[in-house]
């Protein structure tokens, strides 16, 4: 919890015969789960204090609030180099996981000459159930224990005060806009060197607002400030505004990089826009070719109009001529 998945409220589209369970409690022992899921849309809230999150369903959860409030957060922010670290550590006990099924299926045969071919069958279909079920929920778990040992190397939305929530918000979506920007996922800009800056860049604007928000508690203004404390507060507040002045310059940087970015992409929509424009032109050549024709069709058309103008004429004169005499 922290780093695969942040607190909050989630929805999936499908969960028809799903499960989820969260590991709430010290240490994931208190587990709370929801089996089978019915079919349809569903939500669960994950808490700030759970310590893991284990689920299976046709299609994929997708954060939509702050659990319980109904408003976004920032997300967590992990140290860059935590998941290069926890996963060669998951992939250590992957061995012994995978010899779980075999150890239940040898016990199947070790006590079927006493218990009988049902205790076989049943223990064969035990192994089954583990085989499928265990590698990914024992990963997981040992990936959530080693991760709780490094609390250190993440942020949470809860340890930032509401002026640092505020600052982090403002560089994950400015992040994110490069990201997720068609000249970044189009190779124009420097994607690799984005990869590696721009997640270094959110742990370390994250990590220094969360020591800001701790220190901005320590130093609040106590109702009966005696003039000695205010005077030794009022050195430190300083130099914690002059910190805050320090990273909102730099969250201020990476917002002038994303408005950069989304400039660009703008500049290269028209540009794809012209070009589009530029291989339909001959479309608009045959239109006006066809006007062109339709220019020399006019005097025929003056010319058969004329020629019904002399229909008519003799037309109203028969009919004058055949109405009865008064």
Same mark, same amino acid.
């Given at each position: ?25 010290? #240490? ?93 069958? #049943? ?27 490094? %609390? ?54 994250? %990590? ?7 220190? %901005? ?42 408005? =950069? ?45 004329? =020629? ?19």
């Amino acid at each position: 919890m922290g780093i695969d998945i942040a607190p909050g409220r989630y929805r999936c589209e499908d969960g028809r015969g799903g499960w989820w369970v969260r590991f709430t409690g010290p #240490g994931g022992d208190e587990p709370v789960g929801s089996w089978p899921l019915p079919a349809g849309p569903a939500e669960i809230d994950i808490s700030p204090g759970d310590f893991a999150f284990e689920t299976h369903v046709r299609t994929s959860w997708r954060r939509v609030a702050d659990a319980g409030t109904g408003r976004t957060e920032p997300r967590p922010v992990p140290d860059p180099t935590l998941r290069a670290e926890l996963d060669p550590l998951v992939r250590r006990r992957r061995p012994l996981v995978a010899v779980a099924p075999f150890t239940v299926l040898g016990a199947g045969f070790a006590g079927m000459p006493v218990l009988g071919a049902m205790w076989l069958l #049943g223990m064969t279909m035990l192994a089954a159930l583990v085989a499928i079920g265990s590698p990914t929920f024992f990963l997981d778990l040992h990936r959530a224990h080693e991760l709780d040992k490094r %609390r250190d190397r993440f942020v949470m939305p809860d340890e930032l005060d509401e002026e640092a929530r505020s600052l982090l918000t403002r560089t994950q979506a400015a992040v994110d806009a490069v990201r997720e920007s068609q000249v970044n996922r189009e190779g124009m800009l420097e994607r690799a060197e984005n990869a590696l800056v721009l997640p270094r860049e959110e742990w370390e604007v994250a %990590r220094t607002l969360a020591r800001q928000s701790r220190l %901005r508690a320590e130093v609040a203004e106590p109702e009966d400030e005696l003039p000695e404390v205010a005077a030794a507060l009022r050195g430190l507040r300083e130099k914690l505004e002059l910190s805050v002045a320090a990273v909102t310059r730099r969250v201020e940087a990476l917002e002038r990089y994303a408005e =950069r970015v989304r400039a660009a992409d703008e500049v290269l929509r028209a540009q794809r826009r012209v070009a589009d424009l530029a291989e339909r032109a001959h479309e608009y050549d045959a239109l006006l070719a066809e006007t062109v024709r339709d220019d020399m069709a006019l005097p025929e058309i003056e010319r058969l109009t004329g =020629r019904s103008e002399d229909v008519l004429r003799v037309l109203r004169e028969r009919l004058k001529e055949s109405a009865p005499d008064e």
